[in-house]
């Protein structure tokens, strides 16, 4: 019996490496995985202007290419899936947030692009602000080499156009009108204003103490388990 697709994206300035562990989970055995690195970040970068609508019109295609009903998306990705699942023949009905922005302080990676005039000037505080943070947190070392592979124009256009949306939108009723949603985190790892706004949410919310905002990478085993339960 074939198994259903499920596509894997990843957050601000990451690709899909982070998903690797889950290859060795039993949500594997459930699910073909497919990690789709997006255009600037482990795939060839836009000839356009790299927009979270860009990106989403991407990932609508995978999606429909494999016929993957569920998408996992992290961080700022789920703004993107929740574009996606809104295009045309998407087969997008279900979406996995791992730790999505749902309020505009979720932006506070990506955002912080908009205070800046070039992608050189931003790529270059952002490397030096994660660099600090790396010196004692692997986790975030890891990111931060990913980070350094990214197109820095692509990675500055994404950044301004999620302080943009965020200003505009509230993410989290985007999401949350957008498809089926299973939503995992960590409280300590949110901003206040997004664990307040997700104790009213209208979707199912699975809680992963003590995990780090790439729940992948710290808790693969934890993760998987936890989406079996709330995909069955």
């Not at 202007?49 to 016929?67: G, I």
């Not at 943070?133 to 592979?149: G, L, Q, S, W």
Request: aromatic residues 8%; contains cysteine; charged residues 20%.
């Amino acid at each position: 019996m074939t198994k259903p697709a499920m596509v894997l994206i990843a957050g601000f300035g990451d690709d899909a490496s982070m998903y690797a562990p889950l290859a060795h989970t039993p949500l594997a055995d459930a699910f073909e995985l497919v990690p789709m690195d997006l255009p600037g970040f482990g795939a060839p970068a836009l000839y356009g202007v790299t927009s979270l609508e860009a990106l989403a019109d991407a990932v609508a295609v995978r999606a429909a290419a494999v016929k993957a009903t569920v998408i996992v998306a992290h961080s700022v990705a789920s703004i993107i899936a929740s574009l996606a699942a809104r295009k045309p023949g998407s087969p997008i009905s279900t979406i996995v947030s791992l730790e999505g922005n749902i309020t505009a302080d979720d932006a506070y990676f990506s955002g912080t692009a908009a205070d800046y005039e070039s992608p050189e000037s931003f790529r270059e505080a952002f490397l030096d602000r994660l660099a600090g943070m790396a010196e004692t947190d692997p986790i975030i070392a890891r990111y931060r080499d990913r980070v350094v592979k990214a197109d820095p124009l692509a990675l500055w256009q994404l950044g301004c156009d999620a302080r943009r949306f965020s200003d505009i939108h509230v993410p989290g009723e985007l999401l949350q009108e957008a498809a089926h949603v299973c939503y995992f985190y960590n409280p300590e790892n949110c901003p206040d204003s997004t664990v307040t706004w997700l104790e009213s949410a209208r979707f199912e919310r699975s809680l992963l103490p003590g995990a780090s905002h790439w729940p992948t990478i710290d808790q693969p085993e934890l993760l998987a388990a936890r989406m079996l339960d709330a995909l069955e």
